[in-house]
């Protein structure tokens, strides 16, 4: 059933009708489905969630209904032979520049990961965490960043600078 709200608001005697935009519905596995195949035509079911491919990286999209949770994981590498520096750094970035991503580790695999309450997960919300996905899969090693701006007050943006300062001062001699 769709239902769409009026909004009547009088202004100087007249009355002003103004539609009101209709909430999403609650995310369900099949309502992920669709978007998820919207976004990559050769994605794959995969027992509870889907395999599909963004932006040349394999992205499993796996949903639990009873827990109202979803996931979505790259594997970046090995966790074997992180070094206390990398694990530092991945740290620094979950605080401030990858956003709603998250690097974690499980099985003996670095994973980029967003995480979130499946049925409160809006089209927009899923896209965004997907690219943030990415983006920290792609960035690792590099400028640990999901892509959007950073929530700042940690030690990325430092660091980022850092790296820029490098590059100036390699650049001053040609």
Same mark, same amino acid.
């Given at each position: 059933?769709?239902?769409?709200?009026?909004?009547?608001?009088?202004?100087?005697?007249?009355?002003?009708?103004?539609?009101?935009?209709?909430?999403?519905?609650?995310?369900?596995?099949?309502?992920?489905?669709?978007?998820?195949?919207?976004?990559?035509?050769?994605a794959q079911p995969l027992?509870?969630?889907?395999?599909?491919?963004?932006?040349?990286?394999?992205?499993?999209?796996?949903?639990?209904?009873?827990?109202?949770?979803?996931?979505?994981?790259?594997?970046?590498?090995?966790? %074997?032979? +992180?070094?206390?520096?990398?694990? @530092?750094?991945?740290?620094? =970035? &979950?605080?401030?520049? $990858? !956003?709603?991503?998250?690097?974690?580790?499980?099985?003996?695999?670095?994973?980029?990961?967003?995480?979130?309450?499946?049925?409160?997960?809006?089209? %927009?919300? +899923?896209?965004?965490?997907?690219? @943030?996905?990415?983006?920290? =899969? &792609?960035?690792?090693? $590099? !400028?640990?960043?999901?892509?959007?701006?950073?929530?700042?007050?940690?030690?990325?943006?430092?660091?980022?600078?850092?790296?820029?300062?490098?590059?100036?001062?390699?650049?001053?001699?040609?």
């Amino acid at each position: 059933m769709i239902r769409l709200a009026i909004f009547v608001i009088f202004l100087a005697g007249s009355v002003v009708a103004q539609e009101a935009a209709e909430p999403e519905p609650p995310m369900t596995y099949e309502r992920l489905g669709k978007i998820v195949f919207a976004l990559d035509p050769d994605a794959q079911p995969l027992g509870p969630g889907f395999q599909m491919t963004v932006s040349d990286r394999s992205v499993l999209v796996v949903t639990d209904i009873n827990a109202d949770r979803m996931r979505a994981m790259i594997a970046i590498r090995s966790a %074997e032979g +992180l070094s206390p520096a990398d694990l @530092q750094r991945m740290m620094q =970035a &979950n605080f401030d520049s $990858t !956003l709603d991503a998250r690097y974690a580790l499980a099985n003996g695999t670095l994973w980029a990961a967003f995480i979130h309450p499946l049925s409160r997960l809006n089209k %927009e919300q +899923l896209i965004s965490g997907l690219a @943030q996905t990415v983006n920290i =899969a &792609n960035t690792y090693g $590099t !400028l640990y960043t999901g892509g959007a701006a950073e929530f700042g007050g940690g030690d990325s943006q430092d660091l980022q600078r850092a790296l820029i300062e490098e590059l100036l001062k390699k650049g001053e001699e040609i």
